[in-house]
């Protein structure tokens, strides 16, 4: 359906806000992981092999010494995505040079069979020049998605289906390993807030 009304598609996606909400406060999560314990933090993530919005492959290990910045979403998504990727781009706006150098912020689409790099690229520069988006086989999204315990799910038909998914965003450290979680609702400002903080506690070990 071309005309589906985008208040159902806004539903639909904050529908699966909310289920993942009630996950995360069942105890998926933490608010804030506690950056150096060691428990908890290397269950996410892993290796992985996808193409960037150039259709250049790219592994974990093509950032080498950064901390990466992960949104999972996907480029006809109504509103929370854009939401997400803004709140992303003015927290990664807002960090000291120092630290925004260090930091590579990454949308990883949950949509792999319309998002391909050719739609990625202009999506992405909608929100900031440094953003990298990032997309693969349906195989290789799912491998994403296990490792990072997205929740992704597709609903409806046709062409104009939507995927419902979790809208969390994760800080991996250069060694690997969680830095950082931060919830759908988690402000602008307490990302970047945070962000500093597991950079700075980081340099400490
Ligand atoms: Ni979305």
Redesign the pocket.
Known sequence: MATRPSSVAWLL?LI??LAVGALYLSGFGQKRLPVSSGIAVTELGGPFALVNQDGKKVTEKSWPGKYLLLY???T???????L?LNKIAEAYAALPQDVARQIQPLFIT?DPERDTPAELKPYIALFHPKLIGLTGSVQEIEHMTDLFKVYAQKQGGGKDYM?N?S?FTYLLAPKGGLAALFAHDVSAEDMEKQIIAAVKADSLD
């Open positions: 996606c699966a806000v999972f979403g996907f006809h998504c109504p509103d929370v995505c854009p997400g949950v995927v998914h809208a």
